[in-house]
């Protein structure tokens, strides 16, 4: 099923990284700037994210014994310094999620390059070091995001959903991991509900989200992928869905032999294998294209009307 399976450190059948968004309320700004601040059911259950869920998440990776990673909005980490300090003392990796939850490709190149390095400029004043990783907020990932990358020397991206295991982006001067997912592996679709953000959907139960993760699973497992969970604290945090995912991590443990890991340490491992011949990756060349194809011309705003 999968051509080139990635070899996992010691023996494991897959690698398994939950990795959080904490947006918080940084999606509510961007989207009504002017009237944010009088949403404030909506803002209360963003809040919920960074108050009850972070400290919820860390105890329950302390638990199982698990570092991950979540992935901040630089405005987020200003904002909740408590649930930076919580998910760092928890031995978790913070990585770049842009500034306000900006879209790269709604940016001009130098407006994503600002805000990129506004953003990597607060993660280093407060975790101590660069970030290592990047996702683009709701996968917004630009024309010109992996030169960004490259220029920054991050490690590794993980906005893509090209391949079920990691593979290489390459923009000509240099390369980055990719770490796919897809939005199956996303919780917006399973539980968010909120008026003020435009997005209404019946919420599923926890168990029928975690029968469609459980199945990404078991796949993975069977064949040697990656699973990327891209869950939010505010939705996936709430209590009955927590507890799902306490019995999720039980049932991947009964499995055994999954490698549970931090992005930035299966990127790590992944630029490992190829640097030393073990494992050669497919290379992605981004862009895809340099503007709009030609072959349709004039004509393309009548085909599909
Ligand atoms: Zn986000």
New binding site residues.
Partial sequence: MIKNPVPWPNGARCAVAFTF?M?ADS?LHLAHHSSADTRVAALSMLRYGPEVAVPRLVDLYAHFGMRQTF?L?AWCMERYPAAVETILQGGHEIAH?GYL?EHPNACEPEQEAYWFRRASEVIERMTGQPPRGF?A??YRFSRVSLDILVREGLLYDASLMGDDIPYVLDNGQGQVIELPTHYAMDDWPHFMASRDLAYLMPPRSPQQAMEVYQAEFDAMWEYGGLWIAVW?PFLSGRLARCVAIARLIEYMHSKGQVWFATLEDIATHVRRVIADGIWTSRIDQLPYYDGPIPELGQTAPTLAR
């Fill in positions: 968004d947006d999606i992935f909005p999620h939850h996702r907020p709701s939010h």
